[in-house]
């Protein structure tokens, strides 16, 4: 558990000593530091603090306008941080997410947020009905041009939305992509979130591995992972080697077990048929049962 504090500034001439001495003050000794507009969606050093964050830690600064760029996004933030176990806490403000007074000044901010919703869905539905009824024809008109600039405006701001996710969502994820790359291959790490019932955070669907690489990429690039996640998994070993190295085990001690041949290949470090490191049951069974097919060996079904 620890208290991990953001610090922002909006220009490089702006100094952040007054939020650092606060911070400090407050028992902060991780502090992230950021020159950058509050209107920014590209911040990279909050980008940092979030994925730094785990389960148990809170996440502080001196005021919630050095955080977010708007209301929505301030509790956006707050939202993803405590599904991950995350507090937060702002020095200047009564929100405090450890306490029942700073809850509940969070839900009178967001009451507030869902209300400035709804006023501005009704303008917009106003508006557009106004502009069906003079004649214009609804949407961005550059998109419907299939304008290239406003194509490609449109796909940077869903490339971003997506990468704000992905960075604030990362540790329902990355626990298991670190645990099993580069060793594993892509489909091996998928299968592995989806036992978990873990899915992608901008659409709550499956994961794919070209998503999953995709989104380790985006927080490689951003230096929060490992570089080396994104190495080529080692190729599969070669089946018939393993089907012989499988029979001499079992002709070497006979009465050897499944499990006892899954120990002795993963001593070894021998791979799997699929070039990973922890051997199976039915891995094993699955070669012996080539190996007796082929006269190698002779064992009893139920070993």
Request: net charge positive.
């Amino acid at each position: 558990m620890a208290l991990v504090a953001y610090a922002r500034v909006s220009t490089e001439d702006q100094s952040t000593d007054s939020q650092l001495l606060a911070l400090r003050q407050a028992g902060c000794t991780v502090i992230f530091e950021e020159h950058a507009s509050g209107g920014d969606r590209d911040r990279p050093v909050l980008a940092k603090a979030l994925a730094s964050l785990r389960k148990g830690d809170t996440l502080v600064v001196a005021r919630i306008d050095r955080l977010a760029r708007s209301l929505f996004h301030l509790l956006e933030v707050i939202d993803g941080l405590g599904q991950r176990g995350v507090a937060f806490k702002s020095l200047s403000d009564p929100i405090d997410t450890t306490s029942p007074q700073g809850r509940f000044a969070l839900q009178v901010l967001g009451a507030a947020a869902e209300l400035e919703r709804a006023l501005i869905r009704e303008r917009s539905i106003a508006g557009l009905r106004a502009a069906v009824a003079r004649g214009k024809e609804p949407g961005n008109p550059g998109l419907r041009r299939r304008d290239p600039a406003a194509l490609e405006k449109a796909r940077q701001g869903r490339e971003t939305a997506r990468d704000e996710l992905v960075v604030a969502h990362a540790q329902e994820f990355l626990p298991t992509v670190e645990a099993l790359r580069p060793t594993a291959p892509w489909d091996q790490v998928v299968r592995a979130l989806k036992a978990q019932g873990r899915t992608r955070p901008w659409d709550r669907k499956p994961w794919t591995p070209n998503s999953l690489i995709r989104a380790v990429r985006r927080l490689a690039a951003a230096g929060l992972v490992r570089q080396n996640l994104l190495d080529a998994a080692p190729k599969r070993v070669d089946s018939n080697d393993l089907v012989l190295m499988v029979a001499g085990l079992a002709r070497a001690e006979p009465g050897i077990t499944l499990d006892g041949i899954a120990r002795r290949l993963q001593s070894m470090g021998q791979r799997t048929p699929r070039g990973g490191l922890r051997w199976s049951r039915s891995s094993v069974k699955n070669l012996l049962d080539r190996a007796r097919d082929q006269g190698m060996v002779r064992m009893p079904e139920s070993a």
